[in-house]
């Protein structure tokens, strides 16, 4: 009975010793995934403003080669 004590004494020891360290690696790991998912919003709308800038760019290209081959009106 009193090796059960005992062991059950350790077990707690062991217990109390590993408490903070399994708590701070919660604390992390739900640091890690918050960053990870704000990475990823973060990403998505990135992409979404190029999708939105690659027509005005090649609108702007298209508008850059279409007047560049004009002669001046205004010549003096």
Known sequence: MEEHQEAGEE???VDDFFEP??????EYHTCIEDTYLRAGRVMHSH?????????????LSSLGRNTGNQPAENSL
């Not at 360290?21 to 919660?26: A, D, Q």
Request: net charge positive; hydrophobic share 30%.
């Open 11 to 13: 077990s707690k020891e």
């Open 21 to 26: 360290k399994r708590t701070s690696l919660l």
């Open 47 to 59: 992409k979404c403003l190029a999708d939105d800038y690659f027509p005005i760019s090649s609108a």
